[in-house]
């Protein structure tokens, strides 16, 4: 019962809800075109934008995901008889000691915490470059839905990490079932919080002017980058198991996304930054050096 319930809210929140609320907005983009005609400039595209939204999108899930896995680390190696190691992308360890299953939540927990400071930050970043939100967006996306859609799984998956950590703290079904409900409202809330931050990077005024408007920024700075990133991602977790390199970025990327595109129309407060991305070189740098970091120095593991 407590998981039909979970996977209906989930399905509910994450598919019908959005999908209901694009069907409105498509709705209202038609009756405005009707009476007047979309806005001049609003149909431009920035492929120089899009391409810098996937890398900080990418930079920000392995930073996040580094981040995860350490503090899936740092607590079990001051547990005597622990000996944790760190991969690239993954952690494992030798030793017995009931409280490894506890500290198999502490990196949900590091990962919310960087990502709900990261939003506050985004959202309030007036004077940041389009860059630096971009970054401090995605940084705010995967922190928080890294860590949100763990909750739900360890609801349902005894044997995931979350579901580990419930499992010490023996929780019973019906409070997992509140927590993953939560979680649910949260991202859908998260989601909602950063239409704005994202909408922000627009160079013109006339990029978001409009439902219509919005929504096409929205795919070209939020939706492709996001599902762009999910291959981008790939090299960053090879080699493991094809379905364990796939399903996380695909989950951390399309958890909210539908909010995000469905529901830009709706914001109407977005002030835009008034200037373009000037290189993406920073971007794809940091992204190479990340890269060569996690599979020269990482994917040889890490003793702690």
């Known amino acids: 019962m407590h998981a039909r319930l979970i996977l209906l809210a989930t399905v509910l929140a994450l598919v019908v809800a959005p999908l209901a609320l694009g069907v409105a907005g498509w709705m209202r983009a038609r009756r405005d075109a009707a009476v007047a005609p979309a806005p001049r400039g609003a149909s431009g595209w920035d492929w120089r934008l899009s391409l810098a939204s996937a890398l900080a999108c990418t930079l920000a899930f392995n930073l996040m995901f580094f981040l995860q896995e350490l503090f899936l680390v740092l607590p079990k190696a001051f547990v005597p008889g622990l000996h944790p190691t760190l991969f ?3 952690h494992a360890w030798t030793g017995d000691d009931p409280r490894a299953a506890l500290f198999q939540g502490t990196g949900v927990v590091a990962t919310l915490l960087a990502g709900a400071a990261c939003l506050l930050v985004a959202r309030g970043c007036a004077a940041c470059s389009p860059a630096m939100r971009l970054w401090l967006a995605w940084m705010a996306w995967c922190g928080c839905l890294m860590a949100l859609p763990q909750v739900v799984a360890g609801a349902l998956l ?4 979350v579901g580990m950590a419930m499992g010490y703290l023996r929780l019973d079904p019906a409070t997992k079932s509140v927590a993953a409900l939560v979680a649910l409202a949260a991202i859908v809330a998260v989601a909602l919080a950063l239409r704005r931050p994202l909408l922000e990077v627009a160079a013109d005024a006339a990029r978001i002017d409009g439902p219509a408007a919005r929504t096409r920024f929205a795919f070209e700075v939020a939706t492709l980058p996001a599902l762009a990133a999910i291959a981008l ?11 364990e390199v796939v399903v996380v970025p695909l989950v951390v990327m399309l958890a909210g996304i539908g909010w995000v595109q469905a529901g830009a129309w709706r914001v109407t407060d977005a002030k835009p930054a008034g200037k373009r991305i000037a290189s993406i070189g920073r971007l794809a740098a940091a992204v190479v050096a990340l890269l060569l970091v996690f599979q020269l120095a990482l994917r040889p593991g890490i003793a702690f």
């Open 158 to 161: 005894p044997g995931s990490d």
């Open 88 to 90: 690239h992308n993954n």
């Open 233 to 243: 991602v790939v090299p960053f977790r090879v080699p493991r198991d094809p379905v």
